[in-house]
């Protein structure tokens, strides 16, 4: 029994890849797809569900639904797909899962929908509003006005929902540090429990991209770090603590599911290009929709790239994203790596404290490069 319940996979995460519009930033899997493709789809995935329940021990504490654009989805298509993964992971022993994100964008919002949601087990929205500024929701290609993501909040605490986190993007093309500021105070006025804001990353095979290549446009750095320092200051300020580099959150309304990645727990993925850690092997599924169903129905694998991780990798992991939390990384996952650990410490981009390795305020500036030297 020991071993089993050492097995148990408790965290899912679901990939739906349809969008109303491809936003010109995004490298994810996601495209433009109607009520007959997204019906087509679920029937997939919920065939996907249940050979994985016939494969592993599950016993959800977390179901994550991310995209893409899951709100999208019709409330009666959402409403059988998770109806069906709440009630068979779990066993007869084990409440509902503690935590059920949606990733809801502002422009599909519905008082059907939400009450769909949150019928359905639905506990936590991230709302995906990136900006409180027109300029910029044009920039990035948003369906949404700034209003609405007020109004969206206002209408999902009427339909019961007490945990709603926004997210929010910065270092955007002509974005002042003036207009980030705004934005920030706009969504602090949503009084949201939560907070993810990140910084714009240029991503291959996307239009944004190749204005960068082009010289259009040119990133700056001491931009990103002086946007990246105040957004620290404001929302500290605002009582929102900074759990993880990018994520701020009042206590107790940290993101459960985010946080078992970070940690380095096993956690089962569905649907076209999403990925799976379970014991010492990895895969991605296929990122490609069309071929998701099809492999689907003729009872195909629709595994791709596996990878088998030994435990070396996967505690350098655990201190990749160790580093990055505010709860950092105990002293013996560092094992054979203490000399770079020296180094951080010399370089006062780390420190030790109780047993645990935390980065400095310093070193929380030059996060990835520190990651980097554990890869």
Known sequence: MTGILERMIRHLYVHVPFCAKVCPYCAFHVHLGGGAAQREFVKALRMEWQRAREEFPLALKTIYFGGGTPSILS??????????LVAEGTSSSDSPPQEFTLEVNPATVTPKKAAAWRAAGVN?????????????????????????IAGTCALLREQGFTN?????????????????EATLQAALSCEPNHISAYALTYE?????FEKLQRGEWRQDEAREIAMFTHTREVLGAAGLID???????????????????????????????????IDAMRWRNVPNTKAYVERIARNE???????????ATRAKERIMFGLRMREGVALEEFGKDVTRLKELEADGLAFEEAGRVRLTSRGQLVADGVAGMFV
Not at 75 to 84: H, I
Not at 124 to 148: C, T
Not at 165 to 173: E, K, T, V, Y
């Open 124 to 148: 936590r929205i991230s709302l995906g509003a990136q900006s409180f500024d027109a300029e910029m929701l044009r920039l990035l290609g948003r369906q949404h006005a700034p209003e609405d």
């Open 164 to 180: 709603i986190n926004i997210d929010l993007m910065f270092a955007l093309p002509g974005q002042s540090e003036a207009k980030w």
């Open 204 to 208: 291959e095979d996307t239009p944004f």
């Open 301 to 311: 694998s629709v595994r791709e790239e596996r990878e088998v991780l030994d435990e």
């Open 243 to 277: 759990y993880e580099i990018s994520n701020f959150a009042r206590p107790g309304f940290e993101s459960r599911h985010n946080l078992a990645y970070w940690r380095g727990a096993d956690y089962l993925g569905l649907g076209p290009s999403a990925c799976s850690t």
């Open 75 to 84: 409330a009666e298509l959402f409403t059988e797909l998770a109806e069906e």
